[in-house]
């Protein structure tokens, strides 16, 4: 049994064909958008997608929709100590913790305006900076 088939379980035809198509984009190093409402197993295919992937990081995952609109960038980018009152030290974000892995964004269209503005410039360059960083 391949490991596809332990996470999507099905033989209908809507099964079959989101296997060939979670096999087809895993051999990628591009972003992936997977869309459904909620329940419909997103987090299932990422995991899928994460296995089947060449990437070696670890499958890191944040429910967008759980964190306070004030603490979103700090948890998708991290921040350096002193960048704000309470960063007593430097803390890595979901970005770095994802690094040669995969990153799953749950519930992205909770991200407000400027966090998604934020991580398209990452999407588009590849680039990101701590909270409190020049680097």
């Known amino acids: 049994m391949r490991n596809i088939d332990k996470k999507i379980i099905g033989s209908s035809p809507a099964a079959t064909q ?10 990628s190093n591009s972003p992936v958008i997977i869309s459904g409402p909620t329940g419909s197993g997103k987090e ?3 995991e899928a997608l994460h296995q089947e992937s060449r990437r070696k990081g670890n499958l890191v995952t944040l429910n967008c929709a759980a964190i306070p609109r004030e603490l979103i960038e700090a948890e998708l980018f991290g921040f350096e100590k002193g960048a704000f ?9 979901k970005f770095e913790q994802a690094q040669n892995g995969t990153l799953f964004l749950d519930e992205i269209g909770n ?25």
């Open 18 to 27: 989101l296997k060939k198509m979670i096999l087809l984009v895993a051999s």
């Open 44 to 46: 299932l295919v990422a």
């Open 85 to 93: 009152t309470g960063a007593l030290k430097t803390s890595t974000g």
């Open 111 to 135: 991200l407000p305006l400027s966090g998604q503005m934020k991580l398209l410039r990452i999407l588009q360059t590849g680039e990101f900076e701590r909270l409190g960083s020049t680097q």
